[in-house]
């Protein structure tokens, strides 16, 4: 079992950037394939990045291909979500995610076995 808690949200400007980080509690950390995940008012939670078990694979979407980059270290069983160019439509509460020994597929909710409690991210125009 792993806890998951999330830090850095807060109110930015439009291009500014913030850092999210989450901490995992455990010592298996690093057999666990995490992931982000945010959630606007009134919409379903859609994957944001993922990292692999080791770093070495990473996945993005579209909305977010160039200004976002994820990143984990393993030794201090943290995983970060690094925001640029930020714009309105990135608020959202995010969420931190973790997956061990899933089938199915990254960008789905159902993949992940624990989760965060989310931290709050507004961009202002």
């Known amino acids: 079992q792993v806890q998951l808690v999330e830090s850095g949200g807060g109110l930015v400007q439009a291009g500014g950037s913030l850092r999210l980080s989450c901490a995992a509690s455990?010592?298996?950390?690093?057999?666990?394939?995490m992931g982000w995940f945010r959630q606007a008012p009134g919409k379903e939670r859609e994957f944001v990045l993922a990292i692999s078990e080791s770093g070495a694979r990473i996945y993005d979407v579209a909305s977010v291909k160039g200004r976002f980059t994820i990143s984990r270290d393993n030794a201090k069983n943290t995983v970060s979500l690094q925001m640029n160019s930020l714009k309105p439509e990135d608020t959202a509460v995010y969420y931190c995610a973790a997956a061990e020994a899933s089938v199915g597929t990254y960008y789905s909710t159902s993949f992940y076995n624990y989760w965060g409690q989310g931290t709050q991210v507004t961009v202002s125009s």
């Open positions: 455990g010592r298996t950390f690093k057999n666990y394939f």
